[in-house]
């Protein structure tokens, strides 16, 4: 089944543009588009998307108040935001809002491509600046907050680990993974992975290991 999607952004040679690049790949259907948020939040409670590419800086409503309203509207579905913007009073309210992911404009068609298909399974997306952008943030001291194992499963999913893969190289069950990761949402207050990604580099809890 294909991954029904919405665009948001407000200009409409970049929505032309994202229809037709995802039009080329049977694993999306493109169910509409908006313009700013108020129209984005009645299009998606219309279309019930399981993806949204949206742009952060639109009128009548910021980025995070957008995805924080699309995530209370419907729980389950994944914002993956693509815009020119990345430093960092855009890109940390956005993800602790809960976006899946955040990358820049700049992306190659084919990347742009594959991170959606990834966002869509709920998998963190970053782009290498924002990646770095959080990385530079990782100067706070408290360490401690979570587990060894807590940071191990961590660390692995801001690699871009699936819960699989974590499992598998942690020799550890998806089900402990899951439950790690619930335990390190709950410890750092946030709903999701990218969120969680964000909170730990911002905490100092996740170096430059997370990266290598």
């Known amino acids: 089944m294909p991954i029904r999607m919405i665009v948001v952004d407000d200009h409409p040679v970049v929505r032309d543009g994202l229809r037709e690049i995802f ?26 998307p399981d993806l949204v ?5 639109m009128p009548g409503m910021s980025g995070a108040e957008l995805i924080r309203r699309l995530r209370d509207q419907r729980p389950g579905v994944k ?4 815009t020119t913007f990345d430093d960092d009073s855009d890109v940390l309210p956005a993800i602790a809002q809960g976006a899946t992911g955040y990358l820049l404009k700049d992306t190659p068609r084919a990347a742009l491509l594959r991170a959606a298909r990834a966002a869509a399974r709920g ?23 979570l587990s060894r194992r807590e940071l191990d499963v961590l660390t692995l999913i801001a ?5 699989r893969e974590v499992a598998a190289k942690l020799f550890i069950t998806e089900a402990t993974v899951k439950t790690h990761l619930l335990h390190v949402f709950a410890k750092l207050g946030v709903k999701d992975r ?3 990604v964000a909170a730990a580099y911002e905490a100092g809890l996740l170096g430059r290991a997370a990266e290598s």
């Open 23 to 48: 039009s080329t790949d049977e694993a999306f259907d493109v169910v509409g588009e908006a313009a700013d948020g108020p129209e984005a939040l009645a299009l998606a409670r219309r279309t019930g």
């Open 53 to 57: 590419l949206m742009d952060l800086r």
């Open 79 to 82: 914002i993956l935001v693509l």
């Open 123 to 145: 998998e963190t997306v970053l782009s290498p600046t924002v990646s770095g952008l959080l990385a530079r943030k990782a100067e706070a001291p408290e360490r401690r907050t």
């Open 159 to 163: 690699r871009g680990a699936t819960n």
């Open 194 to 196: 990218a969120a969680a």
